[in-house]
């Protein structure tokens, strides 16, 4: 349209100030997701809230640690921050502090993809210290060759098993089947790891109170596995239980604003040409926040 970036963004937030004087985004909040996003290399993120009953985004600004979140809280005020029942988010303690000094009496609900991406992280440890196990196994004479020889085929087949142990057992093709036989057979502790990640993924599967003593039963598991990043996150999920346990009960998750977040990473890609977040966090506003900007001669339906 023969316009410069910097028009193009000053006319984004030109309208969202628009909606905004007529619009309070944060009326009736009562459950919350919080959630960190990249929007730039070199670790430049967004901070972004949504309402979890509308389904819009009501809140986002630059930068992801306690002060940029307090700003949020303090723009919702004392009053409607005590209204606030239910905050979804990750293990991150910025937000988990910040909540707990803004919304004491919030419940707070671990997100359970972060949780079973926990064990997939302790498990891909494990991954690697048996692939490099056996690639560095030393070698020198003929016997020595042939051990060699062998290590080095069982790290190709560790190197190639990463997928097969990270997917979700009702998508696995058959040669992944295949794949975690051979692990079994292979190295009983790595597949012990993987077995100990889809029990933690069971969990969630079960939820309310029977997900409760599943998960005890697991602690309990990891604990006395020993398996070294197991048993530290067993500590780990101890350490969140409440907010473990509230998932469970209230079936509530960061699902919403992962998909919202996937929604303005696409936005993201329209937005290269511009120089300051603000342009992209009016364009994810008007875009996902609900309300619309009144158009000349428009009619709204």
Same mark, same amino acid.
């Given at each position: 349209m023969r316009i410069a970036w910097a028009t193009v963004g000053a006319i984004l937030s030109r309208v969202r100030s628009d909606v905004d004087a007529r619009v309070d985004r944060m009326a009736g909040l009562r459950r919350i997701g919080i959630d960190e996003i990249s929007y730039k290399r070199n670790h430049k993120y967004l901070t972004v809230v949504v309402d979890h009953d509308t389904g819009w985004l009501v809140w986002a600004a630059a930068g992801n640690d306690k002060p940029t979140l307090a700003g949020f809280f303090a723009l919702l005020g004392p009053e409607r921050c005590a209204r606030i029942t239910h905050v979804s988010a990750d293990g $991150?303690?910025?937000i988990a502090r910040t909540v707990e000094r803004y919304c004491p009496d919030a419940i707070r609900c671990a997100d359970p993809f972060h949780v079973v991406k926990w064990a997939t992280d302790a498990l891909d440890q494990v991954r690697r210290q048996v692939w490099n196990t056996a690639r560095g196994q030393p070698g020198g004479t003929r016997r020595d060759r042939r051990g060699r020889q062998a290590? $080095?085929?069982a790290a190709q087949g560790m190197k190639r098993a990463r997928w097969a142990l990270w997917k979700n057992p009702e998508n696995l093709t058959d040669n992944q089947r295949h794949k975690l036989a051979w692990i079994a057979k292979t190295d009983p502790r790595l597949h012990r790891a993987y077995l100990l990640k889809e029990g933690l993924r069971h969990v969630f599967t079960v939820g309310g109170e029977a997900g409760k003593d599943v998960l005890q039963r697991w602690l309990a598991w990891a604990r006395r596995c020993r398996i070294p990043e197991f048993v530290k996150l067993a500590r780990t999920i101890r350490s969140e239980l409440p907010a473990i346990h509230a998932s %469970?009960?209230?079936g509530l998750s960061n699902a %919403?604003?992962?998909?919202?977040?996937t929604k303005i990473r696409l936005l993201t890609? %329209? $937005?290269f040409g511009f120089k300051h977040p603000d342009a992209l966090i009016s364009l994810a506003l008007l875009a996902l926040g609900g309300y619309r900007p009144e158009l000349p001669d428009r009619t709204h339906t």
């Amino acid at each position: 349209m023969r316009i410069a970036w910097a028009t193009v963004g000053a006319i984004l937030s030109r309208v969202r100030s628009d909606v905004d004087a007529r619009v309070d985004r944060m009326a009736g909040l009562r459950r919350i997701g919080i959630d960190e996003i990249s929007y730039k290399r070199n670790h430049k993120y967004l901070t972004v809230v949504v309402d979890h009953d509308t389904g819009w985004l009501v809140w986002a600004a630059a930068g992801n640690d306690k002060p940029t979140l307090a700003g949020f809280f303090a723009l919702l005020g004392p009053e409607r921050c005590a209204r606030i029942t239910h905050v979804s988010a990750d293990g $991150a303690a910025w937000i988990a502090r910040t909540v707990e000094r803004y919304c004491p009496d919030a419940i707070r609900c671990a997100d359970p993809f972060h949780v079973v991406k926990w064990a997939t992280d302790a498990l891909d440890q494990v991954r690697r210290q048996v692939w490099n196990t056996a690639r560095g196994q030393p070698g020198g004479t003929r016997r020595d060759r042939r051990g060699r020889q062998a290590s $080095a085929g069982a790290a190709q087949g560790m190197k190639r098993a990463r997928w097969a142990l990270w997917k979700n057992p009702e998508n696995l093709t058959d040669n992944q089947r295949h794949k975690l036989a051979w692990i079994a057979k292979t190295d009983p502790r790595l597949h012990r790891a993987y077995l100990l990640k889809e029990g933690l993924r069971h969990v969630f599967t079960v939820g309310g109170e029977a997900g409760k003593d599943v998960l005890q039963r697991w602690l309990a598991w990891a604990r006395r596995c020993r398996i070294p990043e197991f048993v530290k996150l067993a500590r780990t999920i101890r350490s969140e239980l409440p907010a473990i346990h509230a998932s %469970l009960e209230h079936g509530l998750s960061n699902a %919403l604003i992962e998909s919202t977040n996937t929604k303005i990473r696409l936005l993201t890609r %329209l $937005a290269f040409g511009f120089k300051h977040p603000d342009a992209l966090i009016s364009l994810a506003l008007l875009a996902l926040g609900g309300y619309r900007p009144e158009l000349p001669d428009r009619t709204h339906t």
